[in-house]
């Protein structure tokens, strides 16, 4: 399954389900496993709230040298690591 359909499919479930929700956010990794997303250990998962009016801006990692260039001569969008979405659409 696309790893879109599988998003919208947990957030449709948050939204209908409190206790999926709370599980969600209290061991994100195991909840996201059942859903075929895996990460390493060394990755920490945070999963927060939106809320209406509160816009969660997502600064990634700092690339290295050649792809901060290509981000700063316009050639490349700067991305979440995560999710490959441009900066700011992150969460």
Not at 31 to 38: D, K, N, R, Y
Not at 41 to 67: H, L, Q
Request: proline letters at 7%.
């Amino acid at each position: 399954m696309e790893e879109v359909n599988v998003t919208n499919q947990i957030i449709a479930r948050c939204w209908t389900d409190e206790a999926f929700k709370q599980s969600l956010k209290s061991d994100p990794k195991k909840v996201l496993a059942e859903f075929g997303i895996q990460f390493d250990d060394s990755i920490v998962v945070n999963v927060i709230d939106d809320e209406p009016g509160v816009k969660t801006f997502v600064i990634p990692p700092k690339p290295d040298e050649g792809e901060l260039g290509e981000i700063l001569e316009g050639r490349k969008a700067a991305t979440c690591s995560s999710s490959g979405e441009p900066n700011g659409c992150c969460g």
